[in-house]
């Protein structure tokens, strides 16, 4: 598994992290592994694909063939007449 060092954290962020550690019954490892995790999944979850770059390129060539052959307007004009208002 892989190994990360974080240097210059803050002290006070250290003893926050080690209150949240004694709440939670954790060992200050446990806890930032555990909060890393929570983070990382969070973002994930905003993303439709779930960061899955395979499910990302599907949707992209979904989308491509939905619009295959159309012809859009440009927006440009829309856009102007809207900053000038």
């Known amino acids: ?3 990360v060092l974080l240097e210059n ?3 006070v962020l250290i003893n926050q992290l080690e209150t949240l550690a004694r709440l939670h019954g954790r060992s200050l ?5 555990h909060i890393l995790q929570q983070a990382a999944q969070s973002q994930l979850r905003s993303y439709p694909t779930g960061g899955d770059t ?3 390129r599907e949707a992209v ?3 491509q063939a ?3 052959g159309r012809t859009f307007s ?4 829309l856009i102007r007449e809207d900053r000038e208002r």
């Open 61 to 63: 060539a979904r989308s």
């Open 54 to 56: 395979v499910k990302a």
């Open 29 to 33: 490892q446990e806890e930032i592994k």
């Open 9 to 11: 954290l803050n002290p």
């Open 66 to 68: 939905r619009y295959a």
């Open 1 to 3: 598994m892989t190994q």
């Open 74 to 77: 440009d927006s440009a004009e």
